[in-house]
C-alpha cells in the first residue's frame, strides 16, 4: 500500500488529525511517508496548511501541496473566486506518484468529503483514487447522522470500484452517548469495511510528543497500530 487516499463524511470530522495519526504509526514502524494535500482552502499563503499541521503532530513526513486558495470553500469555488487554475485530479496523481518512488507510504488527504469538486470538471478526490489505484481510508464523526453519510461514501466507491480500505472514527469523546456506542458496531455494517480506529476528542491540541507516542494505540495493524476493535468494541459498550 505504497499510497492511501484519506477523505471524510464532510467537514470537521478529524481528518487531518487522523492523517496525522496514520502517518505517526506509519513513522514509529519505521517507514518514510509523505503527506500530499490535494486542495488547502482557507489559509494564507505564509499559514500552516493540513499537510504542515500533519508534519507538527506526526514528526518528519515530506509535505506537500498540489494548489492553495485563500477563501474557505470548495476548492473549485475557491479557486474561481481567486482567479486562479483549479486543482485536477491528474495533477494530484502525478504528485502522489512522484512522491511514492521516494517513500514507502503516501497519504493523499482531501478537502470535506469525497465528491467535493476540484474543478469546473467535476473532478474530485474519488477521480483521484481511481487515477492511482489507491485505497481510501475513510473518516467519520462518531454521534448521530454518521450512518448516512458514511454508507453514502461506501456506496460511492463501491460503484466505482474503489477499495474502501475501513473506517477510522475521527473524534471519539470521554462519555460516548448511546448513538455513539451503537455506531461502533453499525459502522462497519453501513459502511462494509473494518473499522480500523478511533481518535480520543482533542487529540490534535496534544503536544507533539504525546501525541506520537499515543498514535499507533488509536488504529489497527492495518495501518501499522496496535488499535484493536474488539476491545474497542467492549468498552464502548461497558
Not at 71 to 98: F, H, I, M, S
Amino acid at each position: 500500500m505504497p499510497i492511501l487516499v484519506i477523505t471524510g463524511t464532510g467537514t470537521e470530522v478529524g481528518k487531518t488529525v487522523t492523517t496525522a495519526a496514520v502517518a505517526a504509526a506509519a513513522l514509529a514502524a519505521g517507514r518514510t511517508v509523505a503527506v500530499l494535500k490535494a486542495a488547502q482552502t482557507g489559509v494564507g499563503p505564509d499559514e500552516r496548511g493540513d499537510a504542515a499541521e500533519v508534519a507538527r503532530l506526526a514528526g518528519p513526513v515530506t509535505v506537500a501541496e498540489v494548489a492553495r486558495y485563500p477563501e474557505p470553500l470548495a476548492p473549485a469555488t475557491a479557486a474561481r473566486r481567486a482567479g486562479r487554475d483549479p486543482v485536477r485530479p491528474a495533477d494530484v496523481a502525478e504528485a502522489a506518484q512522484k512522491l511514492a518512488t521516494e517513500h514507502d507510504l503516501v497519504l493523499v488527504e482531501g478537502a470535506g468529503g469525497l465528491l467535493v469538486r476540484f474543478d469546473e470538471a467535476g473532478g474530485t478526490l474519488a477521480d483521484v483514487a481511481e487515477l492511482l489505484r489507491a485505497p481510501v481510508l475513510l473518516v467519520a464523526s462518531a454521534g448521530l447522522g454518521t450512518l448516512n453519510t458514511t454508507e453514502l461514501t461506501a456506496r460511492e466507491l463501491r460503484g466505482r470500484r474503489l477499495e474502501l480500505l475501513g473506517v477510522v472514527i475521527g473524534s471519539w469523546p470521554g462519555t460516548p452517548d448511546l448513538a455513539m456506542r451503537c455506531n461502533v458496531t453499525d459502522l462497519p455494517e453501513v459502511s462494509g469495511a473494518p473499522l480500523l480506529g478511533a481518535l480520543p476528542e482533542g487529540a490534535g491540541a496534544l503536544a507533539p510528543a504525546d501525541f506520537r507516542a499515543a498514535a499507533p494505540g488509536w488504529v489497527a495493524p492495518r495501518l501499522d497500530g496496535t488499535w484493536r476493535a474488539e476491545a474497542f468494541r467492549e468498552a464502548a459498550d461497558a
